[in-house]
């Protein structure tokens, strides 16, 4: 049975927020040992902070260059052409091999609200938007994530990024609560025959946090509920393809789960955590 390190279906490249080329991150993939490579580029949005970080509305070169890229590899290693698609786009993820539903950014006061950026401007939305109450802010983001789930996405990714720039809990207890049931809200309207919940390690690759999402009692409440778990590096960069892969799936026992799955060509399939090499 592969292991959950030949797997990888949640990198950006340069055509959005990241820092290889799409063929760098695919060669980086193949000398890795991943053989179910998948490129999911942020999905256009009409946010003017975002303009940078995202792809093309058409992602036409995002496109052309992954059907180039699955040709080289043809036989080799499977790439897949996916989106991350934000609660905010205005393009389609269904035109994809598959999608990874995601909030970035909140809309509220007549004005785009950056939730993962930096503190100033998560502070600056607070006061903005929601009267100085960051649970009220809190709340707004859950909603969003429980929209995007609603669509049931192939994968829901890093469903408590609210907690990236909270590290050290300077901004909100995440045990309070009002944070509790509005994370929980959320996750409850994920379907788990539908949907898998991603364990996402890419901001502790760049420094924001020193574990994976999400956090432990949010993995048992959904293994509770019967879902399954795909790891993945949320990668930027070729260096990051499988980091802490390791760490992910130790959190996926501790959880409670014994599989996790892995996405490729022909869907969705579960492998036992127990095959996976350390990186």
Request: hydrophobic share 35%.
């Given at each position: 049975m592969e292991s959950v390190f030949s797997c990888c279906v949640h990198t950006h490249s340069l055509l959005c927020?990241?820092?290889?080329?799409m063929e760098r991150m695919a060669g980086a993939a193949w000398?890795?040992?991943?053989?179910?490579?998948?490129?999911?580029?942020?999905?256009?949005?009409?946010?003017?902070?975002?303009?940078?970080?995202?792809?093309?509305?058409?992602?036409?070169?995002?496109?052309?260059?992954a059907l180039r890229l699955r040709q080289v590899y043809k036989g080799r290693m499977e790439v897949l052409i996916g989106i991350e698609w934000d609660a905010l786009s205005d393009v389609s993820f269904a035109q994809w091999d598959y999608w990874i539903g995601s909030v970035h950014n909140l809309k509220a006061g007549?004005?785009?609200?950056?939730?993962?950026?930096?503190?100033?401007?998560?502070?600056?939305?607070?006061?903005?938007?929601f009267g100085?109450?960051?649970?009220?802010?809190?709340?707004?983001?859950?909603?969003?994530?429980?929209?995007?789930a609603e669509k049931k996405p192939t994968i829901l990714g890093h469903i408590d990024q609210i907690c990236k720039l909270n590290g050290d809990g300077g901004l909100f207890d995440e045990e309070h609560h009002r944070y509790r049931a509005a994370a929980l809200s959320a996750l409850h309207q994920a379907d788990p025959s539908?949907?898998?919940?991603?364990?996402?390690?890419?901001?502790?690759?760049?420094?924001?946090?020193?574990?994976?999402?999400?956090?432990?009692?949010?993995?048992?409440?959904?293994?509770?509920?019967?879902?399954?778990?795909?790891?993945?590096?949320d990668a930027h960069s070729a260096r990051h393809l499988l980091y802490g892969y390791d760490m992910g799936t130790a959190l996926a026992q501790?959880?409670?789960?014994?599989?996790?799955?892995?996405?490729?060509?022909?869907?969705?399939?579960?492998?036992?955590?127990?095959?996976?090499?350390s990186n």
């Open positions: 927020d990241g820092r290889d080329t000398e890795q040992g991943v053989r179910s490579f998948g490129f999911s580029g942020h999905s256009h949005t009409p946010i003017p902070h975002d303009r940078e970080g995202v792809l093309s509305a058409d992602a036409s070169a995002y496109r052309a260059e007549g004005r785009y609200h950056a939730v993962d950026w930096d503190r100033e401007k998560l502070i600056c939305g607070r006061d903005q938007a100085g109450d960051i649970y009220a802010l809190i709340e707004e983001y859950y909603r969003e994530v429980g929209r995007v539908s949907t898998l919940l991603e364990i996402n390690t890419g901001a502790v690759a760049r420094g924001y946090r020193k574990e994976p999402y999400p956090a432990l009692w949010l993995l048992r409440e959904w293994r509770r509920m019967g879902g399954r778990i795909i790891v993945t590096s501790a959880a409670g789960f014994s599989t996790a799955c892995i996405l490729d060509a022909g869907g969705i399939r579960e492998t036992t955590i127990d095959t996976a090499r």
